[in-house]
């Protein structure tokens, strides 16, 4: 059964530095997600892709953020310069319509 | 605002019990879904209710949904052991369009004692 993978499954990073967290969404899904959940806390909500552009994000998703499709099979969340909060699970989930199928996610720490 | 809380915020039954978990939402929904996540690990799409439907089967799942109430449930009957799980509802709201975001509750914590 096709699932959604993501890489690295973990990372750390020093505070300031520019992390790239990549996932691949099951194929012939027409939408994609992130979202993240800190430890203990909520899942919440990043940002949705639709054809190719961003169709919402949240207030997390500032400039610090960005995501691209690079090559019509990876899905890309890029945080520029990252923060201690930004210490989190990070999961990508894609969607042919509903229902939202998650990957296993990244767990980053930055230090 | 907190769409999606869930109750009890831990529960811990005996193997062979029925467990049941409820959440309540906030705004109007266009579906709801149930998810369950284990320790530290993805989450995994368990069940999806439209909101116009009442009632959803799967296997040992049971999922109710009364719009009246902003209300769900989730029931797992005959649980095992394997049970054990936090377990997320997660509604995707009317105004949603194309856009679909899932608004998280904070879970339940199942453990299902052998």
């Known amino acids: 059964e096709p699932e959604v993978t993501q890489t690295p499954s973990h990372q750390v990073t020093q505070m300031g530095q520019e992390v790239i967290l990549r996932c691949v969404p099951i194929s012939n899904h027409l939408y994609f997600y992130w979202y993240r959940q800190i430890l203990g806390q909520k899942v919440e909500f990043l940002v949705s892709f639709y054809n190719n552009e961003i169709s919402e994000k949240s207030e997390i998703f500032d400039d610090q953020f960005s995501v691209e499709r690079p090559d019509g099979s990876n899905f890309t969340l890029k945080i520029r310069s990252t923060k201690l909060e930004d210490s989190a699970m990070y999961f990508c989930?894609?969607?042919?319509?509903?229902?939202?199928?998650f990957g296993p996610g990244t767990r980053l720490l930055v230090l | 605002s907190q769409q999606g809380e869930e109750d009890p915020q831990a529960l811990s039954i005996q193997e062979g019990e029925n467990a049941t978990m409820n959440c309540s939402y906030k705004?109007?929904?266009?579906?709801l879904q149930w998810y369950r996540q284990n320790s530290g690990r993805g989450l995994v799409h368990l069940i999806l209710?439209?909101?116009n439907e009442r009632e959803k089967h799967s296997g040992r799942l049971r999922v109710t949904l009364d719009t009246s109430k902003k209300s769900s449930s989730l029931l797992i009957t005959a649980s095992r052991a394997a049970d054990t799980a936090s377990y997320f509802c997660?509604?995707?709201?009317?105004?949603?369009?194309?856009?679909?975001?899932?608004?998280w509750g904070l879970g339940t914590s199942l453990a299902v004692n052998p």
């Open positions: 705004t109007s929904i266009n579906n």
């Open positions: 989930a894609s969607s042919p319509e509903e229902t939202q199928y």
């Open positions: 997660a509604t995707v709201s009317v105004s949603a369009g194309n856009n679909r975001k899932l608004i």
């Open positions: 209710i439209r909101s």
